[in-house]
Structures are given as C-alpha cells and as structure tokens.
C-alpha cells in the first residue's frame, strides 16, 4: 500500500510549483543547470527517507557545507577558538558581503563567506589536500556514503572567485586568516564543489536533528553542544538577508546553496531538503522557500509551536490506602496502615520528562508533603539532565523534613549518585515491592515492627477462609519445599503442579511480550502465591518463575488437590471456592489496574 | 518542606552574584536605580511562580514592553498590514540605532526603537490616550492585574527622547508614521513607563510560552500564529546586536529592556525574568545576561535541545492473534481466526504525536501491510493538526488496497471528518469492543458470518466444562432477564447477586479510579459475564454495570448458587472449580495486559 505520508509530500509539492526566479549565473559551470530539475527529500531521525521527484540527482552542495564545515571547526578546535575568528551575529547582508568587524576584522558568522573561509580554514590538517581530505569526508560521515568533488564546478568556481579572493585578502590582513589565502580559498572553493543529491542533504539535516547521531549509520558525528551551536547559527543566519522572514515564516535551522538546495531541520523529528535551481533575490531556490514554507504551516514544523503542556507529566497520584496489596496483612498491621496511610503516596510520572515536567512533579509532592514517596518512573521514556537533578534534589528535601523516598525504576532512568553508599534510596524494579517497603516504613514510623513473614501465610485468601475441618486436611498435605537463589522454579510451558504459597524469600515471575520480549510481570513476597494461574490457561505455566533469593514455599501440589476433589468433595468445594474467590479478587484488582493506568 | 526548584533557582542567583556594568544613565530617572536591586522570577505554563529576591519590587518596562505592543498590533491589523510598516529582519544594530530600508522607510524589526514606535502606532484606537489605555490594559492582561504608568519616567523620558524624537520624525519622512509623529512618540515613551515587577514579567513571559493563554486566567491573549511571530522576531531580534550571541549560549527567545529586565520564553514549559539593573555594553543586564546563561546550561532550556527521539510513538504493535479475548469464540470461528489472525494487526500509540510521531506509526502500519487495523489512541496525550492528518491520510490509504481501520479513542483525540457519513470508520471506546468487530471483519473476509451470539453463552467458560449432570442442574437454575437501554443493572457497592452471562446486547463497567473519576472499565458484549467479580471482594460489587443497548442475560443468582453449594456438593464443586478456572484466566489475561502495556 501507499504511505499517506508520501502522498501528503507529493501533494505539497503540485501546490508549489512556482517557475519564478533565474538560474544562479555569477559561476559558468551553474548556469547550465536544468532549471526544471526538482527534488525533495525528507529523512526521519531513526533513518527512513521520503523523496518526491529526482532526489538521487546530483549537484554542488555550495553554500550548504557551510554548517558543516563549522562544525568541524568546533570538533577540532573547540568554541573558544573558533570564536576568536569568527562571531556568530547575523548580519542582515547578502551571502557574498564582504562584512568584518571594524577593529578585529572578525567576519560576523561562518554562513557568509567570509565567515565560512574563516571556518573551513580552522579544519585541522598539514595541507589543504589533507584538510580537504577531512572535510570530504566529514560531509561523507553525515550523508552516510562517500562523496566526491565536482571538478567541473571546482575550476570553473575557483577561476571566477573574484570576490572571494578579495574576501579571502582581507582576511589575511587582519590575520584572521595565516599563511597563504589563496590556499583557504582554494579549500573553501573545493567544499563548495563537493557533488551531493537531495537525499543526501536530507539525512544530512536529520543527523543535526538527531542531536548529532548519524540516523542510519548510527555514528556519532557531533556532540549535542556543537549541535546547539551549529542549529542556533542556521536560525539567525542561515537565510542571509531573509533569515528573519524565514524564522518567522518557516521557523527551522536552514540553509541554503546557491546551486539551488535548501535543507532545514526540525530538532528531534526531521531533516528536509529541497532542490530547484531557479533562485530569489536573495540567492535562494524560489521553489525551495515556497515549499518549506508550505510544509511547515501545514506540518506545524515551526520550532516555536506550542506543544503539550508540561502538567501533564504526573499520570497519577494516589496515597497508600488506594494501594491493593497482592497479599493480605494481619489485622493489627492493617488498622495502623488504614490509620496512616494517607501520609505515604505513590507518585507515577510518564512521557518525557523535561524541566517543566520535574518542576509539576516535584510540585505536587511539596504540596502533599507526606512522609514516605513512592516515585514510579517506569514509565518515563526519556529523562533530561535538569529532570534528573531536579528529582533528585526533591529527594534532599525531603530527607531534610525526615521524610523518605524510593524509587521504582527497573529501567535505570534516574539512577542513585549515592547508590553502594549509605545515602542510597531504596529502588525497586516493581510497585508491589515498593508498596512492600513502604507499608514497613509507615509501620516502624508508628512504632510497630512488620509482622513476622511466617505469620503471613496464614493470611494467604487461600487458607484463611477454610473452615477448620477443611483447614487440617490442606495443612496435612502441603509440603514444605526449599529452593536456592536465582534458580527456576516452573517454566513457561510446564503443566499445573500445584500452589505455591512464599513462606521465606522472593521470586519474580517473568513471561514473553506481544513482541517476544521477556518481562518481569511481579516480585513476589511473603504471603504470596504462585502457580495458580496456570489452571486457567489449560493448565499449562504461562509464566517463569525465578528465585530471586533462598525461597521456602508451602506447596498444595496438583495431586493433592485432585486427591482432595476426587476423596473429600465438601473440603473440595470449599478449596475451589476459596481458589474462586482469590482468584476474583487477583483479576478485579489487576483489571482496576490496567483500565486507570493502562 | 522547601522546594527543590526553589533551592535550585537560588543556587543560581547566588552563583551568578557580578556585579560588572553600570546602571543607565541616558534617563535621568533610570539612573537613580539602586544598582544592587536583584529579582528572578519562574513561571510556569500552568501558572506557578517561583521567586528569588526582590521579585515585587516595580521599575520601569522599557524596551520589554515591544514584543507586547507588537503582538497587540498584529492582533488589531493582522500580518499583512503590519508587515507593510515593519520587517522582521534582525539588524545586528544597537536598540536605538536609527536603521531604516533605504527606499521604503520601513524599520528592520519591532524590536529596535524605530520598528517599536512604527508598531505602537499601529495600535488602533482614537486618540493617543485611547491607544495608550488599551496598551495598557493589553499589558495589565497579559501580567494578570491592573498595571500603572510610572508618571516620573515617563516625564523624565520625554523630556530627553532627542534621539527617539529623531526617529520618530524620520519615519513621519518616509510615511511609515502618519499624521502627528509627536503624538506616537508621545504613545511609545508611555508603554516604555509602565510599572511592572519580576514577577508580573514571568507570567507576561509564560504566557507566550504557553501558547498565547494567559497560564493564570486562563484567558486567551493571543492567537498561537501571532504567538509563533512574536517568538521568532524575539528570538533573532531581542537582544539586538547581542541577538547570535544570545541565541547560540541561551537559545531561547528573549527580550530586554535599559531599566534592567529580561524576559525570556522557553515554549511549552516557562517563562523566565530576571531584573539587575547594571547593564552591559549592548545596554542588556549584565547579571541577568549571566543568570540566563547559567540557567540554560544547567536545565536544557535551549530551543535546539533535542530531547526523545520520535520512534517511541508506537508503544505496541501486535496481531490480534496474540490478543487474550475476553469471551472465548466456537472452535470453528477461532480456526478461521488462528489461520488469518496475523492479517489483523493493533496498533498502540502513546504519547504526544507530532508530525514525527504520526510519520512513525503509519510507516509500521505501511511496512506491515494488513487486512485489518486497529489504531489505539487512548494513550495519546496531544495530538497535532498534522498528526491527524497523516493517521487519516493512512485511513484513505488502507481503503484504497480494501483494507480496513477502526480507531479506540473514547477521548475524541482523532475526530472522524466522516462520522455520520458512509464513509466514517468504525470507533470504539475500548480495545475489547475493536477487537470484537476486528474479528467480524477478519471472519466476513474468509467468508463466515459471525457465530449467532445466542450461541456464544454456551462457550461460556463457566458453563463449557460442565458435566451433563452439572450443567442440567446449572441450567435449569438459570433465569433469563431483559433490560432496557442505558439502565444500572448492578450498581457499585450492592452486594453479590450472581453470575450474568449476556446473550443479546452490550452493558459497559465503570469504576471510580484513583483519584475518584469515573473510568470506564469495559464494554461486555454476548458470551461474556459479569457480577463474579464480586466474589473477589467480599461480596461486594465493585463496579457499576450499565446497559449500553437493550440487554439479555442468563443470570445465575447468588441464591441459586447457595442453594447449588449446599445441596449438591457435586456439582457445586465442579461449578467452583469452573468458576476458580474462569477467574484464573481472567487474571491472567489482565495481569499480562497491565504488565505488558500499563
């Protein structure tokens, strides 16, 4: 089938099929470009590209290696030297206006030539053979293939250059260039020949958008700093003269070639390329601006578009009391729990968390100021730095006020800096654990030590409810059964061997995702039990379960329950109804579970 | 217990304590400012302010007031007619440089005096005090209370404005100003007067950030295409000739202003000010220049960070094949479905969905290439225009190879431009009903009509596994009973009353969740059950059960099944034991479910 993505593109393309403007003429190999070719290429930042019309034909990237060739200026010799040669304000000038400071003869930004030769002239290397070595390749690492200098276009430019000379001269009598100018011009001239398709531009613009990962080789061709630099540099000069207009207009990093391409770059989502050699008055493809400006008011690509609000970063918030256990409690711990309960809640934050996002959720928990914080990041996706600190600074405050925090994170998003120290926090890999330390930390703050775990058993739904009779028949044939740490206990596939009750230790029960990923669905505990839910899938485990420390169980084996069902009916029903009645409570509890936040 | 922002934030200040530059001295009045006078203030787009120092303290606007008069402008006379008076190119010039297009006249931006004038005096009104008093309330509107002018400045200021008076005069020259240039002078040195605090500027800012509402009275101030506009001149004009500068270190819009403030918008998160009043050489506060910095770096806030890669928006994808049904299907129905099931793919997006996100989805859904789609968007969080285009362009797409799509969205994220017509798609509340039809589509195209429903309750788990004897006993215990539409069958809190298996129409479950809303749990449909539920909780029901259609159901009352337990333990057992079988795969189903997707 057709993408509706490809067809939208094809479909802004028809409705921008401006003929205005003329073929770049001031370089004789330009001129002869067809001015009908078109192409447009959009790439994703994990590496798909859409194309519409002669993506794969090739022209001088010009201008366009400006921003790149920046770059590799940054990489090799770091923002404090690169500024010392060449500023980054806009100039409101044309590409080709010969613009110094009055004093330093610093050009104003590397998108004008001047600054651009200034720029290539900082890439490292012994020659301009071996500098442009480095930066044909540098171009080759972000289009993901080898590229190769147009020749044609390289003597016919370098033959023409007289402007740039004259630039290039300047330069060198302010010593902003050392050594022969003629040798920067030539490098400049030869990067500016370098041959690309609008593909290539494309991926080229989503490896900026990428934060500076390569999307389909997966390089990393720059850090996120450089990239800030590089984007922010593209926003306020990139369109020369227009650059206002395009900000406004297009909102997007760009930067145009006077051979006729533009790209642009949506920062985490796309990189877009144009080509149409028919140019402006200000040098720039007619076509291509009439095209970015379409997709962006239609695509709401406008780097200043308001997206969702930040409050939406707490999914839920709930005290401890809304919290149904998967095991039961004695009767004397719950009274203080039910009492108390309100004071301890569990906070569960989604999406991505930027500093708007921290900000509401360390927000809501000043506000409740309660004693012990559950934070459940498992569903966060991504995490920023300032999140992260600002989470952990929460963490500080709270201890400040004697309070307590643990973390479910099986992921690892907010990792402890204290963890192996005794400032670590408690982390947890599900809730039911951390409910588990949290209803402990709510007991022995209200002076009552947690119930001894053995007790627990006897409140397991399956045996609290049987009536004495019935009790001594289950408890005369359940074997108590020890297994070491990190063995497995059933597997996946096995048949029905009985209920397990946890007397001592933990076991985590695994099972395989709709994408055959393996899960950790549970940890259990003390008072717990496993093994039951195969008798609904036929039978057969449905789960693996693990150990995670030295586990004791109480098993109520497969055949002691048919011995039960085939010898003792009235204790038999019972134990079926006790099952019936565990397993309803299990199923309401999980069903609540996936529909409010699921 | 304090804030951990609140900490942070007076991390910084104190950090950044300089005290280079000098307090402005071209207004008399300016010039008495207490040089070590400091205010931060943060405002959130949900309308919290975090304040360190004197964040109450007024003092004059300024030059902070432009972006304000110029949105107020471009509501009264639209882009167009704006654009005609004023550019949007940045200048690299100084604020008061008198910098005009050389033909026309017209200023290069709103953000240098001249632009800032030419915009006031395209604020409609009568008079000059006509115009003033909606300046006025306009800025008062976005601050969120009655502002004043600070009638000292302002007679200060227009007593020495020689150079404004300058300006003003020449744009009268070139027509951009009409009639009585004094009088517009006279506007703009008011607006420049009025008295504002740190704090009003935050929420002036977050406002802006916010997409154009007002984030504490939530009143609309501006709409988000002005909004966009305004950004994007701030970003490549606000700080004048420090704008690159600016940008590449702070990256985020800004304005400044000579009496010491700045205000700068990170879009969808915060709206920051910051009052000093020593400047620095481009006439900007040097302390503010270096808070901003400081606070960008530290917390990502530059618009060209890029934060999670798009590729998270699909948060599953799998074939109904592996989707656990709620009611179980006859044999010859589910042999069909096994054969074709992978055909039939669900499709979960999460998140917020921008063009990226949407691109994203609907690239798996074109790779894979099924007979049947379901788009579950109930995880969605924000959805952008383009996004739904693109998910209903794919819509189009599927019809056109006779595929088909139904869409989980009880929130009305994705409207159906078709509903009501022939041509809308079927949309479903919850993924139970979807994947209900699914089937219906996936058997109608292997060319089975879907099993008669009255037949379905015999596939009742609780029934199927009856004995004979059992089942006659159970059967003839059964009453069949008929509700209207849209009545409360069994209502949270009452207590168990028995097992209903529905046979002919559909009932939907709500609970109260978390934080006391109401959810719908699920739609039940012929085949399935519900009331047993109950059992699980003591008795109680925990759910409120509401006829969607007319509804038919085989009730197995709580007496009927006493009269079972106490009668004929037999059959008692075996009904149990069904009952402990259902429930278990009940919770197993919805186990996985929360697991694998809450």
């Not at 991926?203 to 990393?220: D, S, Y």
């Not at 459940?376 to 709270?398: F, P, Q």
């Not at 297994?483 to 076991?507: C, K, M, Q, T």
Request: glycine share 8%; aromatic share 6%; hydrophobic share 40%.
């Amino acid at each position: 089938m057709r993408s509706p993505v490809q067809n939208y593109l094809e479909s802004i393309v028809e409705q921008c099929s401006g003929t205005e403007g003329e073929v770049a003429s001031y370089i004789p190999e330009l001129a002869q470009a067809d001015p009908d070719r078109f192409g447009l290429a959009l790439a994703t930042v994990d590496g798909h590209v859409y194309t519409v019309g002669q993506a794969e034909t090739c022209f001088s990237i010009q201008s366009i290696s400006k921003p790149f060739t920046y770059a590799l200026a940054l990489a090799d010799q770091g923002f404090e030297r690169v500024a010392e040669k060449v500023d980054v304000e806009p100039s409101g000038e044309a590409f080709n206006e010969i613009s110094l400071a009055s004093r330093t003869g610093r050009p104003p930004n590397p998108m004008i030539n001047a600054g651009a030769i200034t720029a290539a002239s900082l890439v490292a290397g012994d020659s301009t053979d071996h500098r442009f070595g480095r930066v044909l390749e540098w171009l080759g690492g972000f289009a993901g293939r080898e590229l190769e200098l147009d020749e044609k276009v390289y003597t016919s430019e370098l033959t023409t250059a007289h402007r740039n000379r004259a630039i290039a001269h300047m330069l060198r009598e302010f010593d902003i260039l050392h050594d022969d100018p003629e040798e920067k011009l030539d490098l400049y001239v030869r990067q500016c020949a370098v041959s690309v398709n609008t593909r290539d531009l494309a991926i080229m613009a989503a490896t900026l958008a990428n934060g500076g990962v390569q999307p389909v080789t997966e390089k990393r061709m720059l850090e996120p700093a450089y990239v800030e630099r590089v984007l922010s540099v593209m926003a306020t000069c990139g369109m020369y003269d227009a650059a206002g207009d395009w900000i406004s207009a297009v909102g997007m990093p760009a930067k145009s070639g006077v051979s006729g391409g533009i790209i642009a770059v949506l920062p985490g989502q796309v990189g877009l390329a144009v080509f149409s050699p028919r140019l402006d008055s200000h040098g720039t493809s007619a076509r291509g601006v009439q095209v970015c400006e379409r997709m962006s008011s239609d695509m709401d690509m406008h780097l200043m578009h308001v997206g969702r609000m930040s409050n939406t970063a707490v999914r839920s918030r709930y005290p401890l009391s809304q919290v149904s256990p998967r095991r039961s409690r004695p009767e004397a711990d719950q009274s203080v729990l039910d009492e108390h309960a309100e004071r301890a809640m569990v906070y569960e934050l989604h999406g991505d968390l930027l500093f708007a996002g921290a900000e509401h959720a360390v927000r809501s928990v000043v506000d409740d100021a309660p004693d012990v914080v559950i934070l459940d990041v498992r569903k966060v996706d991504d995490m920023a730095d300032v999140a992260r600190a600002t989470l952990l600074g929460l963490r500080t405050m709270l201890r400040e006020v004697d309070a307590a925090m643990a973390v479910v994170d099986p992921q690892g998003v907010l990792p402890d800096p204290d963890a192996g120290t005794e400032q670590a926090s408690p982390y947890f890999d599900d809730l039911d654990s951390a409910v588990r330390w949290c209803e402990g930390e709510v007991l022995r703050r209200h002076g009552r030590e947690p119930t001894d775990e053995r007790t627990l058993v006897n409140e397991h739904p399956l045996l609290r409810d049987l009536s004495d009779t019935a009790r001594e028949v289950v408890d005369e044939l359940m074997e108590e059964l020890h297994f070491p740490a990190d063995e497995v206990v059933l597997e996946l596939g096995d048949g029905f061997s009985g209920v397990h009750v946890i007397v001592e230790g933990a076991a985590i029960a695994t099972i395989q995702d709709r994408s055959g990923r393996t899960v950790r669905l549970v940890t259990m505990n003390p008072g717990t039990s496993f093994g039951e839910l195969a008798l609904g899938t036929n039978g057969v485990q449905d789960t693996t379960v693990r150990t995670v420390s030295d586990l004791t169980v109480l098993r109520l084996s497969a055949e002691a329950i048919n011995k039960i069902t085939a010898e003792q009916p009235q204790v038999a029903l019972e134990m079926w109804r006790a099952m019936a009645r565990d397993a309803y409570r299990v199923a309401e509890r999980a069903l609540r579970s996936s529909a409010t936040f699921g």
